[in-house]
């Protein structure tokens, strides 16, 4: 073969590539005079959200990943795209601002095609501008799934792990001083202690008492009863404390929660809605290029 009809390097980089997978060598050589090779380095970011959409990307070579930010300023992540997948349609297509973020993983190597050649390669190729349409519409199916199974924060996890070991003595002390468990062993306790001092002890020893310790009315019980009444009554007080603040943070993030829920299915249905539109320019993309005379 000649070097004047051998393809191109960047030609040939592009037949691997299953979007262009349909071009002939001659339209792959074409395209490939309009497309710019960029290489972006380890977490080294290739475009961020609200920039202009001015091109769109095919990975040849790396990952890439797709992210956002959400309310709590935490990144969610998307999609990690592998060579071969392409990303930026969206504001390339619609002209707006980019949705999500994108930061190369790996080191990277990508296609780069300007927004006007791509939007001139589908105008050229409705084919492939089905598959881009198939991909859309994939891509919309996994936003469903991810924010169908977005996860919110576990209260209950998030305060156990900031417990302190007061507070978790607290918790236990009150856990088990309102249980039935509790509740036998102290009246046993009382009962023996008054029924050892009065029937038992009272046998023994000299004098009119006996050997009483804590003879009637039983003023060494009642010291203790009283101090383990002042010692309990402050940690159950810090256990019911803790478990307010935990009500107070739950119905806190209930109302977080339902205020995401409606905010992201009003921005899916916008999302939804403009890339039905899309997709509907595309249809009518392909269905005029196909009523063209010659088209086959």
């Known amino acids: 073969m000649s070097t004047e009809n051998r ?122 501008a089905i598959d881009v349409i198939c991909e859309i519409g994939a891509r919309m199916r996994q936003t469903n799934v991810l924010v169908s199974q977005r996860a919110t924060r576990n209260i209950n996890v998030e305060m156990e792990e900031k417990l302190t070991i007061g507070q978790r003595i607290a918790d236990r002390v009150a856990s088990f001083g309102g249980s039935w468990t509790f509740i036998i062993i102290y009246v046993s306790s009382l009962v023996a202690w008054m029924a050892f001092n009065t029937f038992v002890l009272v046998h023994y020893g000299r004098g009119e008492n006996g050997a009483q310790f804590d003879p009637y009315p039983y003023i060494l019980l009642n010291l203790m009863l009283s101090m383990t009444a002042a010692l309990q009554a402050p940690i159950i007080m810090m256990s019911q404390n803790r478990a307010a603040e935990k009500d107070r943070l739950a119905a806190e993030q209930d109302f977080k929660v339902n205020l995401k829920s409606e905010l992201m299915l009003e921005e899916l249905m916008r999302k939804s809605q403009g890339r039905e539109a899309q997709i509907g320019q595309l249809i009518n993309l392909v269905r005029d290029v196909s009523a063209r005379p010659g088209s086959q």
């Open 7 to 128: 393809p191109s390097d960047e030609a040939e980089s592009l037949s691997r590539i299953p979007l262009f997978k349909r071009l002939t060598p001659e339209e792959l050589q074409q395209l490939a005079q309009e497309v710019d090779q960029v290489k972006f380095g380890v977490d080294e970011i290739i475009f961020n959200e609200q920039d202009k959409g001015d091109a769109l990307y095919v990975v040849e070579s790396g990952s890439v990943r797709i992210w956002v930010l959400d309310e709590d300023v935490k990144p969610v992540t998307l999609a990690e795209l592998k060579p071969g997948e392409f990303f930026g349609e969206l504001a390339v297509l619609d002209r707006g601002p980019r949705s999500t973020n994108a930061t190369a993983i790996v080191e990277t190597m990508l296609h780069r095609l300007s927004s006007d050649d791509f939007q001139e390669f589908l105008m050229k190729h409705p084919d492939i």
